[in-house]
């Protein structure tokens, strides 16, 4: 599998983003808790609460798709409900199984960087900020 057979789309306040090109984070873990027993007994795992890392998606910056929802974008900042999922794909661009999905708030959204003397890809991004695990 490689990392281009995902298809990752996107939900603000129940408005489909539809498919974005880049994700990172979104890792899981947990607080470890571990208690020593007496009479020089191995320490035993008592397991513990789990945390899933923060989520950002990027893609590249359409004028027509994305300046006309940017700004309603900023202004949902801390308060809309967001929808990431990661739909893996076959080699034929088919979904494959249940898709990998985060919830949460939308934590950050970054417009395109700006510089005169460059002529790279302008990129969107939006941080998901967790809630609970991912199902």
Same mark, same amino acid.
Request: some cysteine.
């Given at each position: 599998?490689?990392?281009?057979?995902?298809?990752t789309?996107?939900?603000?306040?129940? $408005?489909?983003?539809?498919?974005?090109?880049?994700?990172?984070?979104?890792? $899981?873990?947990?607080?470890?808790?571990?208690?020593?027993?007496?009479?020089?007994?191995?320490?035993?795992s008592?397991?513990?609460?789990?945390?899933?890392?923060?989520?950002?998606?990027?893609?590249?910056y359409?004028?027509?798709?994305?300046?006309?929802?940017?700004?309603?974008?900023?202004?949902?900042?801390?308060?809309?409900?967001?929808? $990431?999922?990661?739909?893996?794909?076959?080699?034929?661009?088919?979904?494959?199984?249940?898709?990998?999905?985060?919830?949460?708030?939308?934590?950050?959204?970054?417009?395109?960087?700006?510089?005169?003397?460059?002529?790279?890809?302008?990129?969107?991004?939006?941080?998901?900020?967790?809630?609970?695990?991912?199902?």
């Amino acid at each position: 599998m490689r990392k281009d057979q995902y298809d990752t789309t996107v939900s603000v306040d129940g $408005v489909n983003l539809g498919t974005w090109d880049s994700l990172t984070g979104g890792g $899981v873990d947990s607080d470890e808790l571990k208690y020593k027993p007496g009479a020089m007994a191995p320490a035993v795992s008592l397991g513990g609460s789990v945390t899933v890392d923060q989520v950002v998606v990027g893609r590249l910056y359409r004028l027509q798709r994305d300046h006309l929802r940017v700004h309603w974008l900023i202004n949902r900042v801390g308060k809309a409900n967001m929808v $990431v999922k990661k739909q893996p794909l076959d080699p034929d661009g088919n979904a494959f199984g249940k898709p990998i999905t985060y919830r949460g708030v939308l934590k950050r959204c970054t417009p395109p960087e700006v510089d005169s003397t460059s002529t790279d890809p302008a990129l969107l991004e939006l941080e998901l900020s967790p809630e609970g695990t991912v199902t």
